[in-house]
Nanobody, 125 residues
Framework: QVQLVESGGGLVQAGGSLRLSCTGS????????MGWFRQAPGKERDFVAA????????SYKNSVKDRFRISGDNAKNTVYLQMNSLKSEDTAVYYC??????????????????WGQGTQVTVSS
């Protein structure tokens, strides 16, 4: 059984920074990619960032690409999301995810098979 555990969420003032971490355990699963998604209150879950382990490429939601950075260590089954210049609209539950197969589109939620329980990020204005 694959498990993903996020950490690093919390309350931060607008303009501040947080670093989220996600570590996976269980059978080898993350040899293709890992991603971050978020769900704000009353909204659907949507894509934030992802990293491909096969070629090192990254993908970002437009509204975060100049402020967030995804990185990770495939050997450690760990992915990070460094979030800078946080805004109130970044408030959400953040989930990490991993695909069972090589994803065709890193930003597509349905490409991912394994999900963490989520970590709350709250940005106060």
């Amino acid at each position: 059984q694959v498990q993903l555990v996020e950490s690093g969420g919390g309350l931060v003032q607008a303009g501040g920074s947080l670093r989220l971490s996600c570590t996976g355990s269980g059978r080898t699963f993350s040899k293709y990619a890992m991603g971050w998604f978020r769900q704000a209150p009353g909204k659907e879950r949507d894509f934030v960032a992802a990293i491909s382990w096969t070629d090192g490429s990254t993908s970002y939601k437009n509204s975060v690409k100049d402020r967030f950075r995804i990185s990770g260590d495939n050997a450690k089954n760990t992915v990070y999301l460094q979030m800078n210049s946080l805004k109130s609209e970044d408030t959400a539950v953040y989930y990490c995810a991993a695909p069972q197969k090589k994803p065709g589109r890193l930003w597509r939620e349905d490409e991912y098979d394994y999900w963490g329980q989520g970590t709350q990020v709250t940005v106060s204005s």
